[in-house]
T-cell receptor
Framework: DAGVIQSPRHEVTEMGQEVTLRCKPI?????LFWYRQTMMRGLELLIY????????DSGMPEDRFSAKMPNASFSTLKIQPSEPRDSAVYFC???FGGGGGEQYFGPGTRLTVT | GESVGLHLPTLSVQEGDNSIINCAYS??????FIWYKQESGKGPQFIID?????DKRQGQRVTVLLNKTVKHLSLQIAATQPGDSAVYFC???????????FGTGTSLTVIP
């Protein structure tokens, strides 16, 4: 199994631009999570999906952030417009089962907004 | 002004010694906990888990202890190796059952 796949691995963009991060969960997993990791705030849960449906998006910082999961094998996290304070490493993770078991993390996308 | 980041607890151990990493969790109703290891430039990786109906669980070279009275978890690594150098996070499962909340992490450095 290839594990959770994220793209791009690195993204550098200018303030005001739209950024789209992509994630392919492990096949067969039915829960998908987006996290953000910074030195200031550590690892924060942004949103998670169960069976492609957003369950809890209370961690999404503001309206500039949106996430979609159009099917079981693909999810996007979009930031529009991006700001320098959005610079962070964004992780996608997936798990199987509604009981919240072990989450498998992708390698992350390092976003830098200048 | 100067930015203030998280002050990550650090632990340095000699290779071959045992390591103990501690974590305090916040929700007394949490029923499931996981320890993750994060190496530089990588995502967190599962090490071991424990349910709240247990107070100890052992894996290969790792042991997790749970003290629900004081809401405390610990991770013990036996015969620590250089490859164990990483940041270690504890995570507690949230009330709705599927999300986890991560602690700030502890940076472990193994001295050869």
């Amino acid at each position: 199994d290839a594990g959770v796949i994220q793209s791009p691995r690195h993204e550098v963009t200018e303030m005001g631009q739209e950024v789209t991060l992509r994630c392919k969960p492990i096949s067969g997993h039915n829960s998908l999570f987006w996290y953000r990791q910074t030195m200031m705030r550590g690892l924060e849960l942004l949103i998670y999906f169960n069976n492609n449906v957003p369950i809890d998006d209370s961690g999404m910082p503001e309206d500039r952030f949106s996430a979609k999961m159009p099917n079981a094998s693909f999810s996007t996290l979009k930031i529009q417009p991006s700001e320098p304070r959005d610079s962070a490493v964004y992780f996608c993770a997936s798990s199987f089962g509604g009981g919240g078991g072990e989450q498998y993390f992708g390698p992350g996308t390092r976003l830098t907004v200048t | 002004g100067e930015s203030v980041g998280l002050h990550l607890p650090t632990l340095s151990v000699q290779e071959g010694d045992n390591s103990i990493i501690n974590c305090a969790y916040s929700n007394s109703a949490s029923d499931y906990f996981i320890w993750y290891k994060q190496e530089s430039g990588k995502g967190p990786q599962f090490i071991i888990d424990i349910r709240s109906n247990m107070d100890k669980r052992q894996g290969q070279r790792v042991t997790v202890l749970l003290n629900k009275t004081v809401k405390h978890l610990s991770l013990q690594i036996a015969a620590t190796q250089p490859g164990d150098s990483a940041v270690y996070f504890c995570a507690e499962r949230g009330n709705t059952g599927n999300q986890f909340y991560f602690g700030t992490g502890t940076s472990l450095t193994v001295i050869p």
